[in-house]
């Protein structure tokens, strides 16, 4: 079928790097306003990725476990927050207080930005500090290359493999904290303890890696094209960085549950899938490709990897995930 | 107050023919009925009026709904708007979209011609249009989607609820867009609170407030009317103001939960941000107290200024408790005590709202919204009378007002009633001097 050859693995060329490898804050000055947020380093590895059979919840999706290979990168320490997606949103950035040179002003200048909602997309649920909610994966992505060109580092969403290495941070639990589940309320904001809504990032504790919020708060999208058979063909071999790259709008994955769900959805190797559902409150045709309407439990938090891409190597990945 | 009495009638009445319907079904589908509104229909013929992004979007829930649905004709003053419609509903709905370029309407009477090839009509042109067209759909037999509001002055009502009595003679099917009483959860939700889940109503609030409608600035080539009907949310006349154009699903809703309309009501509002002709005359924000024949107010606000505070829904107070719009009870300290659940719902209630009206005439089951939708939007009406006079609003005195804000005529070159004066700018409603009854 073609939509498996169709996954491919994300190809980094090495370039000569010479860049250390740390934790580190993104910081940027965007005129009057001053944003950042914290990116973990996260060394490459291997993992088995999925559930096996004798986990508790588990659904037929998540194996056969597999044996997945994954480079090197960088991963937002927390859930990216309103304020700075909203900077992309409403505002022209001014060159001559952003610094920033003409080249790279122009290019800001042509990346589109999200039509006005037609409500709050936050539905109350309260924005600084708190996760972005209620956008498309497309958003999603188009803000990564706004926020690419801005920092000159590529930021992206995760692989669906790339999230839950670092979801388990080396573990091989049902969470990423072990099996107990009476410790869920110290590790994961989600159904029974959120009150119907989401949380602010980091208010719960982190991951063995330093990650918040992983399990729970909000579920998190990916890169990745949904399929319950994905794994099956890596059964018999090491997947190299594996990402099923989608050319549908839906089912794409989103990852770790939200505060909108129970105890078993937010285990590291629970997969959830994108339908229409999520739409479903949108009433135009078309329907926005920005926003949709009842995903106030998905946001998303930024990866980047270690490897540099060229330019043209860039220029590629976006065509293709944003389909330009 | 007559208007409560017939609201209520018309709730027992409905009951009541809906259980006949259910205990006499086959009996009813035995007849061979010859009015025409009581056919079961096998192939539906649809004709959209009004083709923007809810037209379309209707339009596209009606296909949606059965195969035996098709798409024959479209009607639209703009042609850009038409064509983006077709080709969008076309490469969805292949061969359930035959509209030959012949059944494509351009004009203010392309109404006229699309109702001519359907048997069902989704009038979904800006609200000052519907009572006219509305008629027209029923006095040629047509079942007729109205999406809402349904008219944007007092004339409009009268119109809307006599043609009304003919559509009800003739039985057509007659649904409202007012699609958030398909809401599952707003329907348990509203059940609940009958059922004493909040205690006794205290009071009522709607919040709609969101940004400013997106501009289209003058052409050179645009006549007066064409500028007005492209920016029509920033006319008065052809939105009918935020009440009626948005905070009425939210209003009807609160409608809906009290089994009742509002009898009375006063407000304020002003333009602070809107400025300039390309922003017509309309108000960006708005505060409207509502009043019950039973004293229970109901608090409307709403804005439409960009890079605001925003809220789109309701919050319903108890002496128990409250509910809200994310279909939610909570204890008085804000504990949520139930929640509607149901996440993996893929049809909206808009979806719905338009598959019942579809399959009532499929089935031919009886359908008419028209009751509540025309109440709702009467409210709304009253609600930018008292905003734009300063005045406190009473039904009875509403009901009386013979004064029209359309135009005389409709097309291109046609006088218009709000003309821009000398600076460009248009006369905006004072509260104190504007004359509204």
Not at chain 1, 66 to 71: A, C, E, F, L, Y
Not at chain 1, 148 to 167: D, F
Not at chain 2, 98 to 103: A, D, G, I, M, Y
Not at chain 2, 385 to 408: E, F, N, T
Request: charged content about 25%; aromatic content about 12%.
């Amino acid at each position: 079928m073609k939509y498996l050859i169709l996954s491919i693995c994300i190809a980094f060329s090495f370039s000569a790097l010479g860049q250390s490898f740390d934790n580190y804050e993104e910081v940027l000055n965007l005129g009057s306003k001053r944003e950042s947020f914290k990116m973990v380093a996260i060394p490459g590895g291997q993992f088995d990725m999925g559930s096996p059979e004798s986990e508790g919840n588990r659904k037929t999706d998540e194996g056969p476990v597999h044996r997945v290979r994954i480079d090197s990168l960088w991963m937002g320490q927390f859930e990216m927050t309103w304020e700075l997606f909203e900077f992309y949103q409403n505002k022209d950035l001014n060159q001559e207080e952003t610094e920033l040179t003409e080249a790279v002003q122009l290019k800001v200048d042509a990346i589109s930005r999200p039509s006005p909602p037609f409500e709050d997309p936050s539905l109350g649920m309260g924005k600084e500090g708190f996760p972005v909610v209620n956008i498309s994966p497309y958003a999603a992505l188009t803000f990564c290359k706004w926020l690419s060109t801005v920092t000159g580092h590529l930021y992206r969403l995760p692989t669906e493999a790339e999230w839950e290495y670092a979801c388990r941070a080396g573990s091989k639990t049902a969470f990423h904290f072990g099996e107990d589940i009476s410790q869920l309320d110290d590790y994961a904001v989600y159904f029974d303890n959120s009150n119907g809504q989401y949380a602010k990032v980091g208010t719960k504790k982190a991951n063995p890696w330093g990650l918040y919020d992983m399990h729970g708060n909000v579920a998190e999208w990916t890169l990745d094209l949904y399929e319950d058979q994905f794994y099956s063909k890596y059964a018999d071999k090491v997947a190299d960085n594996p990402w099923n790259t989608p050319y549908v709008l839906h089912p794409r994955v989103y990852r770790g549950g939200s505060w909108d769900d129970d105890p078993e959805d937010l285990r590291s190797a629970a997969r959830m899938k994108s339908g229409l559902n999520l739409q479903r409150g949108d009433p135009q045709v078309p329907k926005s490709f920005w926003w949709y309407t009842n995903s106030e439990f998905i946001g998303f938090r930024v990866v980047r990897s270690y490897k540099e891409l060229t330019q043209s190597e860039i220029r590629k990945f976006w065509a293709k995930v944003l389909d330009e | 107050m007559s208007i409560n009495k017939d609201v209520n009638q018309g709730r027992r009445n409905f009951v009541k023919t809906s259980a006949a319907v259910a205990a006499g079904g086959t009996i009813l589908s035995s007849f061979p009925l010859t009015s025409f509104g009581a056919r079961a229909q096998s192939e539906l013929r649809v004709g959209l009026v009004g083709c923007g992004g809810r037209g379309t979007g209707a339009a596209s829930e009606a296909l949606k709904t059965s195969k035996s649905v098709k798409l024959v004709a479209l009607g639209e003053t703009f042609e850009d708007r038409l064509s983006g419609a077709y080709s969008q509903l076309k490469s969805t709905f292949g061969n359930q979209v035959e509209v030959p370029e012949s059944n494509k309407f351009i004009g203010f009477d392309a109404y006229q011609k699309v109702i001519e090839k359907c048997d069902v009509v989704i009038l979904a042109t800006p609200p000052p249009f519907r009572p006219q067209h509305f008629e027209a759909a029923v006095k040629a037999d047509k079942h007729v989607f109205i999406e809402k509001p349904l008219f944007v002055d007092i004339p409009g009502y009268h119109k809307v609820m006599v043609t009304n009595e003919l559509a009800k003679q003739k039985q057509l099917k007659v649904a409202v867009g007012l699609q958030l009483r398909f809401e599952t959860g707003y329907q348990q939700m509203v059940e609940k609170i009958n059922n004493g889940a909040i205690g006794d109503i205290t009071s009522l609030n709607v919040y709609y407030n969101v940004g400013a409608p997106k501009i289209h600035p003058r052409q050179p080539e645009q006549t007066e009317m064409n500028f007005q009907v492209r920016n029509w949310r920033y006319f008065t006349w052809l939105w009918g103001g935020q009440l009626a154009g948005q905070a009425i699903h939210q209003i009807d809703v609160i409608n809906w939960l009290m089994n009742d309309f509002p009898v009375t009501v006063n407000g304020l509002g002003g333009r602070q941000v809107f400025s300039g002709p390309n922003q017509g005359n309309t108000y960006d924000h708005h505060y409207a107290e509502f009043e019950y024949a039973n004293k229970i107010k109901l608090h409307v606000q709403c804005r439409n200024i960009d890079n605001n505070w925003n809220k789109n829904g309701f919050h319903i107070q108890g002496t128990t408790g409250y509910a809200d719009d994310k279909s939610r009870i909570y204890d008085p300290s804000g504990n949520i005590v139930w929640r509607y659940r149901n996440r993996d719902e893929t049809i909206g209630s808009s979806q719905r709202c338009q598959s019942n009206f579809i399959n009532s005439v499929l089935e031919n089951k009886p359908l008419n919204q028209v009751e509540y939708g025309a109440k709702s939007t009467l409210a709304t009406v009253m609600g930018r009378m008292a905003i734009h006079s300063g005045k406190v609003i009473d039904i009875d005195q509403a009901l009386a007002s013979k004064r029209s804000i359309l135009p005389k005529e409709f097309h291109w070159d046609a006088e218009m009633p709000d003309m821009p004066g000398a600076d460009g700018n248009y006369e905006i409603p004072m509260p104190g001097k504007t004359e509204v009854l």
